[in-house]
């Protein structure tokens, strides 16, 4: 039985669960601290949970690596496509063009390669098990590029994005 939610809990069956399956919080003051302090008392432990701290990264590219995904587990909730396909569009329809404008080599491979092949066949490269280098042959830079087309297109469809300011990454 679902009832009242609350600071990010559901109260099922009179114990408090956690909405989500993953929470995750960048601290940078004692209030944020508190906040997050709050949060961890007020769950119900029916079952181990993994707890990890850690300094943020200042690594901007696993900052974006680690939003791109959360978009596209995003998409999938939102959506009648997989997180494996919306990565595979974005790939394929954003990620290559930046990289083909911006790398003569890359460019040449891709079209002596890729382009030649059908469609279907083209987004199937794009993730496992071929998995073809795209968002991981870019700069932060073009990365950053990447993720704004990607999220003017789930926005447009109507998809409610994980806000990027949670990973570090402020417009």
Not at 42 to 51: G, H, M, N, T, Y
Not at 85 to 109: M, N, Q, T, W
């Amino acid at each position: 039985m679902l009832g009242k939610t609350e600071m990010g809990f559901v109260l099922q069956d009179g114990v408090r669960r956690m909405k989500a399956k993953e929470v995750y919080f960048i601290v940078k003051n004692d209030d944020e601290r508190s906040g997050v302090m709050r949060f961890i008392q007020a769950w119900d432990i029916d079952s181990p949970l993994e707890v990890v701290i850690r300094e943020v990264s200042t690594d901007r590219t696993t900052q974006q690596n680690r939003l791109q995904y959360r978009w596209f587990a995003d998409g999938e909730r939102q959506s009648d496509q997989k997180a494996w396909e919306i990565r595979a569009y974005c790939k394929l329809h954003f990620g290559v063009p930046i990289l083909r404008r911006d790398s003569e080599e890359y460019r040449e491979k891709y079209d002596r390669l890729i382009r030649p092949m059908g469609y279907e066949q083209k987004l199937e490269l794009m993730v496992e098990p071929f998995d073809f280098p795209v968002t991981s042959a870019m700069t932060v830079k073009q990365h950053m590029e990447f993720l704004d087309a990607v999220q003017l297109h789930l926005s447009g469809l109507g998809v409610q994005l994980t806000n990027p300011a949670e990973f570090g990454l402020c417009k």
